[in-house]
């Protein structure tokens, strides 16, 4: 009687670490959806680079387009411009820095 209990509630335990585990799953994909961009929950992250969107090329019957999509070209190309402005201001920083300090030295 005392093993048949005791099977019983190993059973039980383990649907419940199973249903736990969906439950959990379940919520980590409804969080995720909400946190992504456009969504509910929309977590702003500081970035210097703007996301671009374009239109969908998918039309309905009167051949609109309404539906937009993420530009990931256009937004790393930016990036790419982004950091190379910054290289540039850094090296011309540097060029600065360097003439001020010989320029102290002949004085």
């Known amino acids: ?49 703007i996301e671009r969107f374009k239109i969908d090329k998918a039309e309905d019957s009167l051949r609109r387009r309404m539906r937009l999509k993420r530009d990931y070209q256009a937004s790393f190309k930016e990036y790419l411009s982004v950091a190379a402005f910054q290289e540039k201001m850094k090296s011309k920083a540097s060029m600065q820095s360097m003439l001020s300090s010989g320029s102290g030295e002949k004085t």
């Open 1 to 49: 009687m005392k093993k048949c209990f005791e099977r019983d509630i190993q059973e039980w335990e383990e649907r419940e670490k199973k249903n736990k585990i969906k439950i959990l799953k379940k919520w980590d994909f409804l969080e995720k959806r909400m946190k992504k961009d456009r969504g509910m929950w929309e977590i702003e992250e500081k970035s210097d680079v």
